[in-house]
């Protein structure tokens, strides 16, 4: 019998991202210069943060290349930022073979086609609300919460309280 989403949070060391349409709700403003600007949810950006300092592997893998994304993602202190990458798959196996991360205990969160083949090498598989079909079919785990609107949040949040580890991050800092 296939283990539930719970039980799968149990092994989880690793958090991987694609950034529009998961930390983004998959919208771009662009300015009268060309400039693009995407707006990040700061529940997110928490969430992130506290993984990180928790002592979870954090790294982000898009095809979209930003540089604010990158400064933004850094100050949560996320070293592990591939921006403008043409193939997923293979940024995925040289992140997982640099740190010898086994991909089962790798969460990844996606929500469209480019996200595909990676997630289909992962422990647990997971998406936002609004991912389109194809993407929603093969994760393990479809947020409540949209792209962009508390997803990120969401997943790392669940893993962190499966595994006893979420309160326990704010030890001594909640005054």
């Keep these: 019998m296939a283990k539930s989403y719970k039980e799968l949070m149990n092994d989880i060391s690793t958090f991987i991202f694609d950034v529009d349409g998961v930390l983004t709700d998959s919208s771009v403003f662009v300015t009268t210069e060309g400039e693009i600007l995407r707006t990040m949810n700061i529940r997110d950006g928490y969430a992130m943060k506290a993984a990180v300092e928790s002592g979870y592997n954090v790294c982000i893998i898009s095809g979209g290349s930003n540089e604010g994304v990158r400064v933004r993602l850094r100050n949560l202190g996320i070293t592990d930022i591939h921006l403008g990458t043409p193939d997923k798959v293979e940024t995925f196996k040289e992140y997982t073979?640099?740190?010898?991360?086994n991909p089962e205990h790798v969460l990844y969160m996606g929500d469209d086609i480019p996200d595909y083949h990676v997630m289909k090498l992962v422990g647990l598989s997971s998406c936002p609300q609004d991912a389109c079909s194809e993407i929603k079919?093969?994760?393990?785990?479809?947020?409540?919460?949209?792209?962009g609107k508390g997803a990120a949040r969401d997943v790392i949040e669940q893993v962190m309280k499966v595994q006893g580890k979420w309160m326990s991050h704010f030890d001594g800092k909640l005054d």
Excluded: A, D, P, V
Excluded at 97 to 101: A, C, G, R, T, W
Excluded at 137 to 147: D, W
């Design 97 to 101: 073979e640099l740190y010898s991360i």
């Design 137 to 147: 079919s093969i994760s393990n785990y479809i947020s409540h919460k949209n792209g």
